[in-house]
């Protein structure tokens, strides 16, 4: 895989230089991974591929950046409960 340079503005660098102890181009492709997974471009198996870890390990730790594994409506929920009933 080819790697692309990025150019970061000093301002964004400034900001994000407080979020972490890595590398920031460790943490910018972090958080590039991170957003494709919520906004569901790429599956927890290939951000997990992408981060270097196992697929449970990322949902761990997606799970703990506040981006949940399932995400469900209210009526969602209260449909998937129901057919669980229908299957008991």
Known sequence: MQ???????PELINTLRPLT?????????????L????RHQISSGKAA?????ERFEFIRF????????LEMSDT???EELIRVEQLL
């Open 35 to 38: 957003e494709l997974y919520r």
């Open 3 to 9: 790697a692309t340079p990025v150019t970061l503005e």
């Open 49 to 53: 591929e992408l981060m270097k870890m």
């Open 76 to 78: 969602e929920l209260a």
């Open 21 to 33: 102890n890595e590398p920031l181009n460790v943490f910018v492709q972090e958080l590039t991974i």
């Open 62 to 69: 997606a799970a703990r950046q506040g981006i949940p594994f």
